[in-house]
């Protein structure tokens, strides 16, 4: 019987990482994510888990501590935000390079400068080549689901890379909300034991890690990886099938909500779907063939899928919460773009940014980024290929 | 399955090397012959030697075996010739000759 | 430690395995060799390593020089690694999922510069929290791995390649960091301070007592650099000896709060006798630079008069 509750997203995350119970998290405070290492180690003091925590003294070195625990053959995970992931550059690139399952919440926030709290996609975009999953939610049920399939994905042996579970900050993480979660043996059942074949504390079977490579293997290595973040995509799948046995709850690479007859398709990803999908409600009723894809599985990227789902419609609004700063777009607008040419699939699309450091975006939003569209294909509107959302 | 770095070389494809280049063995380096680099090679006189062991801790690469408190011939596979050994000797047990004998 | 042997301690099997890439004539080596003689036969270990010259000469794919278990992460981190690998020997002990009679050590390696200066931070983090480990720092006094550049730990007047010895420069301007110290005030359980000496008794001595010893331990040994210090490679117990006995280079340790001194020279030698045989100090050796080396011994004094003090407490 599922457990109907209300949480935050921080919460439900914290609930997921109680029921999982996993070997070591190294973690260092930062907003919005504090409330995760904070709530892990209530749960710990109050002997309802007994995960080791390590209060590290940045977030290079809980990063740095997670990659050592989860070598040693320990299940292992931290959580950040922000800058906090930026520090953590580095060590990201390593985790993945060592081909080491942890897992990482990430509650999305801005990067500075200038230093602000509020959410938007620049850490998580930063870290976009790191070589980690990315997974995305929109709300706290997501980020709750996503968490307990998390180990599964990155310890398949197809895998072996690390996943990077996101939500974003206050707007998912501080609001509460309706959540179902599971009960504490049906998550422990799905998620099953860490039982690595080879791991730095196995007596008398040393191992070593973190190599100096020449470049004659250096290439290769870096290829495996590839193919193991190329596998990782089926693996994504077959696990959220599993899930839906198990939870009832569907998950794919991506929702597609109401886009099948959709000559207008608005692609986002996090919170600000909740509030595409809800526009799209009220345009429908008036008649509008509108829908929303919204993107769950960021790294790897579906560019083919996605190519295939937008591929009937007129145009497309690639929506960005996060500049790339290279005088073209946001990064979903150049990897989506990138998609659409690959695969053949001509149609008109818009790179929007939106939200930046916490702006709002609303209903109306989404209507004038639709109205526009529509604009821009009735009547032949000349549109700019970037553009701000509520920019002063 | 332990790694056997034999059937690892720069001319091994992608697919044949170990997941993120960890090795699952150790002490794999006896394979590689650093002896190659010596430009003066230790002679050991075992005749003048007092087996005090002085020389086994100070070779930077382990290249003076010792079993039952005694040292043996120097490992040429692997000693670089730097002298560290003949300069602690106390009894001119080891003499340094120019080239890689 | 009464029970020290040499001949003994010799008997025990290696550690480091030959084949790895360090120069001719390198110290570090000869230090990790004699710390991982500290570990008690049938006993494991997880070895951390900082980037530097060890790490890419010990382990370059697939040559390890390993034989027990070892983890390179980057260059500033090998105090937070470990920490986490101690942390998860706990996590499974405490779990079942490690045999209840396996004992596994944690001892990780750093040169001067990914100790004293870009992994301090790491180093007093995992000092600070008290991980069930040892921090050997071979210290060599520059970042020899990129060749010869300052650290903190490079000591005053050395020539290196970002304190070059010129018309208007007598090399680096700033006396080294006392990291030995540093570590102490963390009141951890064990720090001491060593180097090579003939029987390799105090280094043996201070480097089991670390490994055993409940808690954080740090070993801070003085590992000379042929290339970077500029010495004939055979001369390396020669320079340590000099190291000691000029009281460059004291040996002491710090255990439970407690300072005591391992050593003290009958005759304390005058500094230029350690300067001398190195390349790096030439210059201090022109005409009309005698006050450097009178400022160099001055603060060598300094420093001793303090070591002496602490261990007089």
New interface residues.
């Given amino acids: 019987m599922a457990i109907k509750e209300r949480m935050s997203g921080n919460e439900a995350v914290s609930y997921a990482i109680r029921q999982v119970n996993p ?2 998290m ?1 973690a260092f405070p930062i907003t919005p994510s504090t409330e995760i290492p904070q709530m892990v180690s209530t749960y710990i003091a109050n002997g309802e888990m ?3 925590f ?5 977030e ?3 990063m ?11 299940r ?1 995970l931290t959580a950040t935000s922000s800058a906090g992931l930026a520090l953590m550059w ?2 990201l690139l ?1 985790a993945a ?4 399952p942890l897992v990482l919440t990430l509650v999305n926030r801005t990067l500075s400068g200038p230093i602000n709290i509020n959410c938007d996609h620049s850490d998580g975009m930063g870290a976009r080549d790191t070589g980690w999953i990315q997974i995305y939610a929109e709300n706290n049920q997501e980020a709750y689901d996503n968490f307990i399939q998390a180990y599964p994905i990155a310890e398949d042996t197809r895998v ?1 890379l690390p996943v990077m579970i996101c939500q974003d900050g206050f707007i998912t993480s501080h609001a509460v909300e309706n959540i179902e979660l599971l009960e504490d043996d049906k998550v422990k059942n799905f998620v099953g034991e860490y039982e690595p074949e ?1 791991f ?15 470049s ?3 290439m ?2 870096k ?2 990886q590839e193919i193991a973040m190329e596998n990782s995509k089926e693996v994504i799948l077959e696990i959220a099938k599993k899930f839906k046995d198990m939870a009832g709850r569907e998950y794919g690479l991506f929702e597609e909500y109401k886009t099948q007859d959709a000559d207008y398709i608005m692609l986002i990803m996090g919170s600000a779907a909740g509030t595409a999908k809800q526009a799209v409600d009220e345009l429908r009723e008036q008649g509008k063939k509108v829908g929303v894809l919204k993107l769950r599985v960021f790294r790897p990227f579906p560019a083919k899928e996605i190519a295939e789902a937008l591929k009937n419609c007129k145009a497309a609004a690639i929506m960005d919460r996060c500049e790339s700063y290279n005088g073209n777009g946001g990064p979903l607008g150049s990897e989506v773009t990138a998609g659409l040419f690959y695969h053949k699939v001509n149609i008109e699309a818009v790179n929007y940014i939106y939200g930046l450091a916490g702006r709002d975006f609303t209903i109306s939003d989404v209507n004038s980024v639709f109205a526009e569209l529509e604009d821009m294909v009735v009547n032949g509107k000349e549109v700019e290929q970037h553009k701000y959302i509520r920019l002063r | 399955m332990r790694t056997d770095i034999t059937k690892i070389n720069e001319k091994t494809p992608h697919d044949r090397l170990t997941e993120g280049l960890m090795v699952f063995n150790g002490g794999t380096s006896k394979l590689f012959k650093t002896g190659e680099w010596r430009t003066n090679t230790p002679v050991f006189h075992a005749d003048l030697c007092k087996q005090c062991l002085l020389c086994a801790p100070v070779c930077p690469d382990g290249s003076i075996p010792v079993k039952d408190s005694k040292r043996l011939e120097f490992d040429m596979d692997h000693c670089k010739g730097c002298g560290i050994c003949a300069n602690v000797c106390p009894f001119g047990a080891i003499e340094m000759k120019e080239g890689n004998i | 430690m009464s029970d020290y042997s040499l001949k003994t301690m010799m008997n025990k099997p290696e550690r480091l395995a030959p084949g790895h890439r360090m120069c001719a004539g390198c110290g570090a080596t000869i230090a990790v060799r004699a710390v991982l003689r500290g570990l008690h036969e049938g006993d494991h270990a997880v070895i951390g390593n900082a980037t530097g010259c060890l790490e890419v000469s010990s382990f370059m794919y697939p040559y390890t020089a390993w034989e027990d278990s070892y983890i390179h992460n980057a260059f500033e981190n090998a105090g937070a690694t470990l920490s986490g690998v101690e942390t998860a020997y706990h996590a499974l002990k405490k779990r079942g999922r490690l045999p209840k009679d396996e004992t596994f050590k944690f001892i990780t390696f750093g040169g001067d510069g990914g100790t004293y200066d870009i992994g301090f931070q790491s180093l007093s983090g995992a000092m600070e929290r008290g991980h069930d480990m040892v921090y050997v720092c071979y210290d060599n006094g520059a970042y020899m791995n990129t060749g010869i550049q300052r650290s903190s730990a490079t000591p005053m007047y050395a020539d290196t390649t970002t304190t070059p010895v010129g018309k208007q420069s007598n090399g680096k301007m700033q006396n080294r960091k006392d990291l030995a110290s540093i570590i102490a005030d963390h009141d951890v359980p064990y720090v001491a301070q060593t180097t090579f000496t003939n029987d390799f008794k105090d280094l043996h001595r201070k480097s089991e007592k670390a490994i055993y010893t409940e808690g954080a331990s740090f070993l801070n040994v003085m590992t000379p650099c042929p290339r970077g210090w500029r010495y004939d490679t055979a001369e390396i117990m020669k320079i340590c000896k000099l190291a000691v006995d000029t009281c460059y280079w004291p040996l002491f340790e710090v255990d439970h709060g407690k300072w005591t001194l391992s050593y003290e020279p009958k005759k304390k030698l005058p500094i230029e006798d350690f300067l001398k045989p190195q390349g790096r100090f030439k210059h201090l050796f022109k005409k009309g630079n005698e006050e450097l080396i009178e400022q160099f011994q001055k603060e060598v004094d300094r420093r001793w008069e303090d070591l002496l003090y602490k261990c007089a407490r």
């Fill in positions: 070997d070591v190294p007994d995960t080791e390590i209060p590290v003294e940045s290079h070195s809980s740095s501590a997670a990659i050592g625990a989860e070598a040693a053959g320990a292992s580095e060590e390593l390079s060592n081909r080491l072996h080879e730095l504390l196995n007596p008398g079977k040393p191992i070593a890690v973190g190599p100096y490579s020449v004659n293997y250096a290769e290595a290829k495996n």
